[in-house]
């Protein structure tokens, strides 16, 4: 079971907005990921509960950030609640869309985990809904995703595998660079591991 924490950065200035302190593991019906987020100067920030199926579909998010709440899972598409501060104004959405995704890297272990992208110069589109901070405010996103490399590092206890992909928005055309080892970001624009206590789990 990996655990270990993130800091997340502004991609454009690298301030330091958050520490995201996560722990996660593949079970027998899926993948796990579970996290608290707490500001640069120590308090709580918010939480991501993320579970998805073996074939890497959401069955349950459950994201907090600002007093804001998300439920949602894959259903007729993707389905959410989301939930003002105040409790009284819960809204429902539903987007013909695969999955989430976010701010925290769990999303991008888990669309990677959803689209099992195998060989070098694989390419692959996917709908997301993201959720932007601080308010959790859900907005349709296209993407196209790109294995562009694979490559075995020797290390003491077992082969890090490590997969790198280009991810591109298909609305501005911007590209970017995911490094992930099993179901650990090992650096992607705004995400750094600063610290693991565990290697990656190996997926199946």
């Known amino acids: 079971m990996p655990r270990g924490r993130y800091s997340l950065h502004d991609p454009h200035d690298h301030t330091l907005l958050a520490e995201e302190h996560f722990h996660c593991a593949p079970g027998p019906a899926g993948w796990r990921y579970v996290s608290q987020l707490t500001t640069p100067s120590g308090e709580h920030a918010g939480s991501v509960d993320l579970a998805l199926d073996e074939l890497g579909r959401p069955i349950r998010l459950e994201l907090h950030a600002a007093s804001w709440q998300v439920r ?29 995704t976010g701010t925290s890297p769990a999303f991008l272990i888990a669309t990677a985990r959803l689209l099992r992208l195998t060989t070098p110069s694989s390419v692959t589109r996917v709908r997301l809904v993201a959720f932007t901070d601080p308010v959790l405010a859900p907005r349709t996103v296209d993407q196209s995703w790109a294995l562009v490399d694979t490559e075995t590092h020797t290390t003491d206890n077992a082969p890090l595998i490590v997969e790198t992909y280009q991810v591109t928005a298909l609305d501005t055309g911007e590209q970017h660079t995911v490094h992930l080892s099993g179901d650990v970001v090992l650096a992607a624009p705004g995400v750094e591991l600063e610290h693991l206590e565990t290697p990656p789990s190996v997926f199946p």
Do not use: Q
Request: hydrophobic share 40%.
């Open 72 to 100: 949602g899972a894959a259903l007729d598409g993707v389905t959410w609640v989301r939930t003002d501060p105040s409790g009284t104004h819960a809204t429902e959405g539903n987007v013909r869309a695969h999955a989430f």
